[in-house]
């Protein structure tokens, strides 16, 4: 599947910002609601995706780097 640019980009801001709602919305709805552990569940899952695909999208550029410069280094 094709994601235009300044969509797959946002992605992980975009997960973060979900995370950060649904842990405010335990909070706005008590801790006490039958809902509140799903929500909180969903929050976190939320903010750890982010951080994943933030770290895989570093791992994959450095790679990117290190290879494009070895193959200019060859030439």
């Known amino acids: 599947m094709w994601l235009p640019e300044p969509v797959y980009k946002s992605l992980p801001t975009l997960y973060a910002f979900m995370g950060a709602c649904f842990i405010v919305g335990v ?19 939320s903010i750890l995706a982010s951080i994943t695909v933030t770290i895989w999208r570093s791992k994959h550029a450095a790679k990117t780097q290190r290879a494009d410069s070895d193959d200019e280094q060859t030439t």
């Open 27 to 45: 909070f706005y709805l008590g801790l006490d609601a039958p809902m509140s552990p799903v929500y909180l569940a969903m929050g976190l899952v």
